[in-house]
Each structure stands twice: as structure tokens, then as C-alpha cells.
T-cell receptor, first 112, second 115 residues
Framework: QKEVEQDPGPLSVPEGAIVSLNCTYS??????FMWYRQYSRKGPELLMY????GNKEDGRFTAQVDKSSKYISLFIRDSQPSDSATYLC????????????FGGGTRVLVKP | GAVVSQHPSWVICKSGTSVKIECRSL??????MFWYRQFPKQSLMLMAT?????????EQGVEKDKFLINHASLTLSTLTVTSAHPEDSSFYIC???????????FGPGTRLTVL
């Protein structure tokens, strides 16, 4: 079993819909949780960073962390075709040098 | 802020030659830089971690003599693929973090093709 599980998709939604992404993890030591967006042939772009259970909102993005369930989510409101990309969750432990453990990524397609 | 650049963005080389890839943090001091490789439709695989002024720490299975990493300053790390072979063809991505932050910021990646 992988440390971080993420549904590969693809997830296809109509423009304007809410995109819902999630990851589960097995290592309770993870302290920091990140969501990255990666377009084809580009480096990942940091979207959200959280370190505590609860919700964090930034524009159209909301990140949720539930440490008791070892479950994190990312919601994208009012999705646009430009949101079509692969979304990667990542987690780290400071004591381990902040090395990131990635989920496999979910491919999202927002159709106009 | 938190911009990381890589150079070159793509490179094609002949088998047996060496290739150097640069990673720079443009607007912050990167105490730690990470090097990843990514194969098509796969997630990122960490190759090594480098702290400024120290030797890099390589992940299991990564040949340190083949993938030479130098982190000589707080804004520059280099990855040299020595005696490249076609199986080294991949997308190489660096990331950087400053001492005061836990997030990593990624460069745009370098596509290496070895003929």
C-alpha cells in the first residue's frame, strides 16, 4: 500500500462546476499538506499549503485536512477550462527534512 | 515571490555525454534544494536532497556518481547527468525551500532526451 493514495481520474466536469479532489494517507506523522497543480510538461505550481486540521480558503480554492481520518481534500469552485491539469497532493514531516511524499496525481478536465 | 528557474528547459544529447542542469531561486535564499525526475503519466520521484554547502543526500537506488549534485550557493544548485544513456531520458524538476518556510517551490522542469 502506498503512503499516499490519490485517485488518478480522469475527472471530467462542466465549466462552472465544483471540482472535488482528495487524498488519503497512512503515515500519521505527516505534518504539512500541500496541493500542487501541474500542467503538461511544466513544473508543479503550489496552490495550497496547510499544517492543521480544518479548512483553508484562497480565492476559488478550499483545502480541507482531517488528521483523525488521514484525509485531505481540495475543492475548486467555479471551475474554468484553464483549471484542466493534473493535481498532486503532497505531504511532509519536518523531522524528515521536509521531503515531500506525493500522491499519484488526479487528472482533471474542465469542459467548456 | 518564490520563483524558481531551471536552465535549460530542454536538451538533447548523444549517449555517453554529460549534461548539466541549473536550478536557481530568483527571489529567496534556498537553504535546501530537491531534485526529482518524472516519467510520462507518473508522479514525481525524489532523487536527492541538497543543503547549501553540504553533500547531497541521495534516495535509495539513485546512483550518486551518475547524478552529480552541487549546491554551492543559496540560490544555485546543479545536477549533472554523467555518461548519459537513453534510459536517462526524462523530465527533471528541481524545487527549493528557504530555511524559514516548509513549502517547496518548483522550477519549470528540464526535458532531457538522450539519443
Amino acid at each position: 500500500q502506498k503512503e499516499v493514495e490519490q485517485d488518478p481520474g480522469p475527472l471530467s466536469v462542466p465549466e462552472g462546476a465544483i471540482v472535488s479532489l482528495n487524498c488519503t494517507y497512512s503515515n500519521s506523522a505527516f505534518q504539512y499538506f500541500m496541493w500542487y497543480r501541474q500542467y503538461s510538461r511544466k513544473g508543479p505550481e503550489l496552490l495550497m499549503y496547510t499544517y492543521s486540521s480544518g479548512n483553508k480558503e484562497d480565492g476559488r480554492f478550499t483545502a480541507q485536512v482531517d488528521k483523525s481520518s488521514k484525509y485531505i481534500s481540495l475543492f475548486i469552485r467555479d471551475s474554468q477550462p484553464s483549471d484542466s491539469a493534473t493535481y498532486l497532493c503532497a505531504m511532509s514531516v519536518r523531522a524528515a527534512g521536509n521531503k515531500l511524499t506525493f500522491g499519484g496525481g488526479t487528472r482533471v478536465l474542465v469542459k467548456p | 515571490g518564490a520563483v524558481v528557474s531551471q536552465h535549460p528547459s530542454w536538451v538533447i544529447c548523444k549517449s555517453g555525454t554529460s549534461v548539466k542542469i541549473e536550478c536557481r531561486s530568483l527571489d529567496f535564499q534556498a537553504t535546501t534544494m530537491f531534485w526529482y525526475r518524472q516519467f510520462p503519466k507518473q508522479s514525481l520521484m525524489l532523487m536527492a536532497t541538497s543543503n547549501e554547502g553540504s553533500k547531497a543526500t541521495y534516495e535509495q537506488g539513485v546512483e550518486k556518481d551518475k547524478f552529480l549534485i552541487n549546491h554551492a550557493s543559496l540560490t544555485l544548485s546543479t545536477l549533472t547527468v554523467t555518461s548519459a544513456h537513453p534510459e536517462d531520458s526524462s523530465f527533471y524538476i528541481c524545487s527549493a525551500r528557504s530555511g524559514g518556510r516548509d513549502e517547496q517551490f518548483f522550477g519549470p522542469g528540464t526535458r532531457l532526451t538522450v539519443l
